[in-house]
């Protein structure tokens, strides 16, 4: 059984910083892409940040220049670094995992609250 547990998450006032870890456990084929989501109330979830396995990143526009999203494949763990957080980014966030043969698996969630 896999199981995604993410941690970091808290209350920040705006223009903080966390950091969010995710440790994958379990049997996961390869791991390919790891991603970070985030679900405000009554909105839908929407991709935070991703990072394939060779190490390339994406990120939303939202969040440019403020997350960077890194992994660690030995440890089967993957972390998003937030700075200058604002209001707009408080959301629970997931991390996510796709392994080489298309399955997903998804944590189950920590909020960040970002206070003006």
């Not at 440790?23 to 935070?48: C, E, H």
């Not at 494949?73 to 707009?88: C, F, H, I, R, T």
Request: hydrophobic content about 35%; proline content about 2%.
């Amino acid at each position: 059984q896999v199981q995604l547990v993410e941690s970091g998450g808290g209350l920040v006032q705006a223009g903080g910083s966390l950091r969010l870890s995710c440790a994958a456990s379990g049997t996961i084929f390869s791991i390919n892409v790891m991603v970070w989501y985030r679900q405000a109330p009554g909105k839908q979830r929407d991709l935070v940040a991703r990072i394939t396995n060779g190490g390339r990143t994406n990120y939303a526009d939202s969040v440019k220049g403020r997350f960077t999203i890194s992994r660690d494949n030995a440890k089967k763990m993957v972390y998003l670094q937030m700075n200058s957080l604002k209001p707009e980014d408080t959301a629970v966030y997931y991390c996510g995992v796709i392994d080489e043969t298309s399955n997903t698996y998804w944590g189950q969630g920590t909020q960040v609250t970002v206070s003006s």
